[in-house]
């Protein structure tokens, strides 16, 4: 019983890794909108900084995926 709640916090984390991801890739692909609100620098930013929680995320799913 104890692995599948194991296996259950492995699963959340990837998805939570996935969303970060699909956030950057939104982020990015707001920035070949032509007047898009909010200015392109924040939309960078905003996609370098889910890229990087969905990095993040990914090693720690990886690390406790290992570990099962």
Avoid at 5 to 18: D, H, M, P
Avoid at 36 to 60: D, V
Wanted: net charge positive; proline share 4%; hydrophobic share 55%.
């Amino acid at each position: 019983m104890e692995r599948r709640g194991a296996g259950i916090f492995v699963s959340i984390v990837f998805f939570i890794s996935i969303a970060f991801f699909l956030g950057a890739v939104h982020n990015l692909l707001a920035l070949k909108k032509p007047g898009m609100y909010p200015p392109k620098m924040h939309l960078r930013k905003r996609a370098g900084t889910f890229a990087g929680g969905g990095a993040i995320f990914l090693l720690l799913g990886i690390i406790f995926y290992s570990f099962q």
